[in-house]
């Protein structure tokens, strides 16, 4: 349990001081914000890529070359314990979102938080409710064609043959994570720049600040005038850039910023000053 100092509870109010201030805050979530709804991490501590090793960078060159090969290893793994993609898959299925992506849905209810940029592909911040959502690294839940990059829910495709092909181009289908070496797609990567652009005030929120371009967009938003607020039990390589920080688990911070926010920015009767 988050021991509420003085030193947080003042953070707290400077950061809910600085939201209400601002016209047009955004969200960018990182990993750190799943952990706390149970889904391993890839990098660190009991990351998925600690214990198995990181995915090759040709990751895309390799399904570009046979996807049908690579789709029959992917429904292999995913059955197969001791594996990382049987792994994630049975801690995402079981997953559900957690006190900080209600915190967000409801910030962005009040009319607070304008966008959520996330990281995450688990699909929690739509079960959660979120609305105004840029996935950056894709979506589980999704599949996308990489020949007209239409965008289905997976569960719409019964893989009767593999590759799945797209019903509007004829192209290969493939999952709508984003792998490595592969191009995010350039309209999430426009919506996600124009967020940072836009924003006066973002909200760091469990990212490590070490993959590209998510952690570009903060230094984007700085340079322009933005705040920053990092949550985030530790350190990041982005908190020097930061102007507040909220060092604690997301999922107890978020919904002590956002009863701050619907006081006004005052906290509880009887909380530290």
């Not at 898959?89 to 962005?108: I, Q, T, W």
């Not at 938080?113 to 839940?141: M, Y």
Request: contains cysteine; negative net charge.
């Amino acid at each position: 349990m988050l021991e509420l100092t003085a030193e947080l509870s003042r953070s707290l109010g400077e950061a809910a001081a600085a939201i209400l201030r601002s016209s047009h805050l955004v969200a960018l979530a990182g990993a750190g914000l799943s952990v706390e709804s149970d889904i391993p991490p890839f990098r660190g501590p009991g990351g998925l890529w600690t214990k198995y090793g990181e995915p090759t960078n040709l990751s895309y060159r390799e399904f570009t070359k046979d996807p049908k090969e690579w789709w029959e290893a992917r429904f292999r793994n995913e059955d197969r314990p001791g594996d990382p993609t049987y792994e994630l898959k049975v801690a995402v299925d079981a997953a559900e979102p957690n006190p900080g992506h209600h915190a967000l849905v409801e910030m962005e209810e009040m009319g607070l938080l304008k966008c959520v940029i996330t990281q995450n592909v688990d699909n929690l911040h739509t079960e959660a409710g979120s609305k105004s959502l840029v996935e950056i690294h894709g979506n589980r839940t999704w599949l996308r064609c990489v020949g007209c990059g239409v965008r289905q829910p997976r569960d719409v495709y019964h893989f009767d043959s593999l590759p799945p092909i797209c019903t509007q181009c004829g192209g290969v289908i493939k999952m709508d994570t984003v792998m490595f070496g592969e191009p995010i797609p350039e309209d999430v990567l426009l919506a996600s720049r124009e967020q940072a652009e836009t924003c006066d005030c973002m909200l760091l929120v469990g990212t490590s600040g070490t993959v590209n371009p998510a952690a570009r967009l903060p230094l984007v938003a700085k340079e322009l005038g933005a705040t920053l607020i990092e949550v985030n039990p530790d350190a990041t390589t982005l908190t020097s850039s930061c102007d507040i920080t909220l060092n604690g688990p997301s999922g107890e911070l978020l919904p002590l910023l956002l009863k701050r926010l619907k006081n006004g920015g005052a906290g509880e009767p009887g909380e530290r000053a």
